[in-house]
């Protein structure tokens, strides 16, 4: 995934697009407070420079999908992995809940479901089917709206063809109006987000960890 | 009176008593205990119903309370098996009397730190996945692994010089009489029985050394395997091995000083042991400082931004409190007293032990909560308070252990019968001889 922050104007579509897309609970206002917000991507406040030259923007914050992801070698279950994709799953209906992945993780991308989750009545019906509802005590993040890409593959087979690159798009980069995300595969020299990974703008949160993440941004104009 | 002679109790007859005779008082202590415990339990249960939801964690502060709790539980653990397997491979004399209430130590409160770990899980009735699934890349599983070994290990510990004295029991108590001759195991104090089980009871006290270290490093990679600022720190194994004895002699002091006292143990337990304890739990403070120390100067002379924040939050910051009240408890009040021959007497001791307890529990919260507060990515502020399911729950462990560990003095002699006995009979000409062979010029080929 790249992710352009020229051109993201912090409107948090893909926030939004992401919390129906994966059924992301509704805590209420003082849950919220908490700290205990679920949101599979985030946009993150944070100051750059220093006074006179300072600035504030905004970075949205996806699961990096690292290579070397610092949160599937402390799961003592195996409920998070790097599945045959290159992506970093979550199997919620293994988890155990003890929580090291989120402490482990230096992106903090991973979410805990305190209580069991809730909807207001009305929007039951909405929930996307696709998606499994999570229980209360488990560990859940961003898949990459994995199952996207099995819908993809089964049409794709179902019409006789290969999958294309445009079959599979994410929720967040579908739904985003400034056209800032963009998706593919990373190890196609000729895609979009290959071209993109190579631009001088290009630049991955916290290299210096070693975690080589998925997600690439391209920085913003001074 | 005459029956008793006959069955040599009388020498010794007062470690009998908690045995034979239950008071009132006994009832009633036991009584609050269990009300605390029931008190714990509903607590548990309403954490069991909604989720994890209702204690004060959130996000990024994920662990607290429990996990604090668990590193502190299993470091008050390394009181008995380790202090009792040192003293004996040591060959100190004085150990005879406080061996075995320092193994049981050991052997009941490992519970409360897997308990503890158990009660943290948001779904702990999936907790056979760690056998189904296990990923042995994930320091949780060494954890598991070697807590088992452990728990293993210093039970046998415990019940390995418990032999004889249940034999006594099974001999001389009336009540009971199935169970002891079942964990008697035939002894009858031969020659060759006396024998075997000291060469078990040395091999046992020798392997459980390197386990009951191994137990403590692994707890501390739990946090220094992560690349979170101050816990990846490489001196955290021996950092926690040396905090966990340090705290381990404390409680050890602690529950002496009530057998002493409920049992009327005065002439057991006797000021020698206290003051022998309180200069190796003296040692103990100024190794604790040592590392704590190194570990923190480190971090303030490399003066990395993200280590600097979470430095500074334990230093002035919002865990100032708990960091000065660790620093206070762990080493200004016990040093002082510990250091003055004038005032390392039973209550001083005790007095410095119970401070010492409630510093290193500080210390395990110092460690594991400011490190969670402040994540890489910026993060909307969060402020961590423990509420009342947490705090009860920590009062329900510790109730539960002493409950036990009274149960347990109900149920065997707290101190060593035969181990004293032996002392009383052979140990004297044993350490003559043994400090003859030290010296120069005292014949011996």
């Known amino acids: 995934m790249v992710i352009d922050l020229d051109r993201c104007s912090g409107c948090a579509a893909c926030v939004v697009a992401c919390q129906a897309e994966n059924n992301a609970p509704i805590i209420g206002p003082e849950e919220s407070a908490k700290g205990r917000t679920i949101h599979w991507i985030e946009l993150i406040p944070y100051i750059e420079g220093e006074y006179p030259h300072i600035k504030a923007r905004l970075l949205p914050r996806p699961c990096m999908h690292c290579d070397h992801p610092p949160c599937t070698k402390v799961c003592p279950v195996y409920a998070t992995y790097i599945n045959e994709e290159g992506l970093v799953a979550q199997i919620n209906h293994r988890c155990i809940g003890c929580r090291y992945c989120t402490t482990a993780c230096p992106y903090t991308v991973k979410y805990f479901n305190w209580y069991e989750p809730r909807w207001p009545k009305e929007m039951k019906g909405s929930l996307n089917r696709d998606v499994s509802i999570r229980t209360k005590g488990v560990v859940e993040k961003c898949t990459f709206c994995h199952h996207r890409l099995l819908r993809a593959r089964e049409r794709a087979k179902a019409e006789g063809r290969e999958l294309l690159p445009e079959d599979y798009v994410p929720a967040c980069v579908q739904a985003c109006p400034s056209g800032a995300m963009f998706f593919g595969d990373l190890n196609d020299p000729f895609s979009t987000v290959s071209r993109l990974s190579r631009e001088r703008r290009a630049f991955r949160l916290m290299e210096e960890l070693g975690t080589e993440p998925k997600v690439i941004y391209l920085s913003e104009g001074m | ?445």
């Open chain 2, 1 to 445: 009176m005459i029956e008793e002679k006959k069955f040599g109790l009388e020498e010794d007859a007062i470690l009998f008593e908690p045995i034979r005779r239950t008071g009132r008082p006994f009832y009633f202590t036991l009584s609050i205990l269990v009300a605390v415990i029931l008190w714990a339990a509903l607590a548990y249960n309403y954490q069991y119903r909604h989720g994890l939801g209702v204690t004060g964690l959130d996000r990024p502060i994920f662990w607290g309370v429990y996990i604090t709790n668990f590193v502190f539980f299993i470091g008050i653990s390394h009181a008995g098996t380790l202090i009792s397997a040192i003293l004996r491979l040591a060959k100190a004399e004085w150990r005879r009397s406080i061996t075995r209430s320092a193994e049981v130590i050991t052997v009941l409160v490992l519970f409360f730190g897997v308990g503890n770990i158990l009660m943290d899980l948001g779904r702990p009735d999936r907790m056979f996945n760690i056998i189904r699934y296990s990923q042995f890349q994930s320091p949780l599983l060494w954890d598991v692994s070697s807590i088992t070994v452990y728990l293993a290990a210093s039970s046998i510990y415990l019940f390995l010089p418990l032999i004889p004295d249940i034999a006594l029991l099974r001999d001389h108590a009336g009540k009971w009489h199935r169970f002891y001759r079942i964990f008697a195991l035939g002894w009858n104090g031969t020659e060759r029985q006396h024998r075997r089980l000291e060469k078990a009871i040395a091999f046992m006290a020798i392997l459980v050394i390197p386990v009951a270290i191994s137990v403590h490093t692994v707890v501390s990679f739990v946090f220094a395997m992560t690349i979170q600022p101050m816990w990846h720190s490489a001196i955290f194994g021996p950092y926690f091995v040396a905090g966990a004895i340090f705290s381990g002699i404390a409680g050890l002091i602690v529950a002496m000083n009530l057998i002493r006292k409920v049992y009327h143990l005065e002439d057991y337990l006797r000021p020698v042991h206290f003051n022998n304890l309180g200069i190796l739990l003296l040692i103990m403070t100024l190794l604790w400082f040592y590392f704590t120390f190194t570990e923190y100067i480190t971090v303030l002379y490399g003066g990395e931004p993200l280590h600097m924040i979470i430095f500074w939050s334990k230093f002035t910051g919002r865990f100032a409190p708990y960091f000065w009240g660790m620093f206070v408890f762990c080493f200004v009040i016990p040093l002082p007293i510990l250091a003055f021959r004038k005032t390392r007497t039973i209550t001083g001791t005790l007095i410095a032990s119970i401070s010492v307890i409630i510093g290193m529990w500080l210390e395990r919260f110092v460690i594991v909560v400011p490190t969670l507060t402040t994540p890489r990515l910026p993060n909307e502020t969060v402020i961590y308070s423990p509420t009342w399911v947490e705090w009860s729950i920590l009062a329900g462990c510790v109730s539960f252990f002493i409950l036990l560990y009274m149960i347990f003095t109900k149920v065997f002699p707290i101190v060593s019968i035969w181990e004293v006995r032996e002392g009383r009979e052979k140990s004297m000409a044993e350490v003559q001889e043994r400090i003859r062979t030290y010296l120069p010029g005292i014949g011996i080929e």
